[in-house]
């Protein structure tokens, strides 16, 4: 069984604000139903718990704190990689985005800086995770690094709770 094991090395706030589970709800539900389409929503009538899986995540992950800046150690891989996870979305510097001091370690398949992934404006981070699964539905299992982000994304953590439960506190 593998083991994911996630160092903080650090979250902080400064340059960047905590989001709320309400707040990415309606941005999340626009992003997959443009990604799905129209035949897709019949297809997943259950959207709405995709959505909270994703935002359970973010909980989870970055603790709605649109800063937020983790490593995440491959146990799996050989040779063993490192990834930085930037955001709210903890998103891989090895996959979406490129470093200013490493621009040949990343697909950088959202064609982005990091440190975009880490600032106020959430609009491109939703952007880019759109980027992924699209990659994700293009690719399927091919690609290593789209796989273990759309696997560390879409694990289990919050049960089997529906978005009904988890959305219960939103307007
Ligand atoms: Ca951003």
Redesign the pocket.
């Known amino acids: 069984m593998r083991v994911l094991v996630v160092f903080v090395l650090g979250v902080s706030l400064a340059g960047g604000e905590l989001v709320s589970k309400c707040d990415l709800r309606d941005p999340l539900m626009a992003m997959m139903g443009s990604l799905i389409g129209e035949r897709g929503k019949q297809e997943i009538p259950s959207l709405e718990d995709k959505v909270a899986k994703i935002v359970c995540y973010v909980e989870f992950a970055s603790g709605f704190n649109t800063a937020a800046v983790n490593q995440l150690d491959l146990q799996s891989s050989e040779p063993k990689e490192v990834w930085k996870l930037y955001?709210l979305f903890q998103l891989s510097n090895h996959l979406v985005c490129s470093e200013d001091d490493d621009k040949d370690l990343s697909k950088n398949i959202c064609e982005m800086n990091c440190n975009?992934?880490v600032?106020d404006?959430?609009?491109?981070?939703i952007e880019c995770l759109s980027t992924v699964l699209k990659a994700f539905l293009k690719d399927g299992w091919n690609n290593k690094e789209q796989l273990e982000m759309i696997k560390n994304i879409f694990q289990e953590r919050c049960g089997d709770k529906t978005s009904l439960d988890y959305f219960s506190d939103c307007s």
């Open positions: 955001g975009k992934l600032d404006n959430i609009t491109d981070d």
